[in-house]
């Protein structure tokens, strides 16, 4: 079994506190873009603000009222499902 690279916690949808992340890719008030163990993460909400963050570690906390978080896994083509 893989060891656990990341790590989210969401407290009372106020807090956000995540572990494991490579990267900020953009952020303004309402969309928080990550990168988190190689994977395309979406965090949507009000008021965000990064707390803070510290790329050598990979730890993360943001302030806000976070509606949705999306991770964007990698899809298998329509094509390559259709011809396997």
Do not use: H, W
């Amino acid at each position: 079994m893989d060891a656990v690279t990341d790590k989210l916690e969401l407290l009372g949808r106020n807090r956000l506190a995540m572990s494991g992340v490579d990267g900020v890719d953009g952020f303004t008030e309402q969309t928080l873009n990550l990168t988190v163990s190689g994977v395309k993460v979406k965090i949507t909400g009000d008021k965000i603000k990064i707390s803070s963050y510290n790329k050598a570690s990979g730890t993360l906390t943001a302030d806000g009222i976070f509606n949705e978080i999306k991770y964007n896994a990698k899809k298998t083509p329509l094509f390559k499902k259709i011809f396997k």
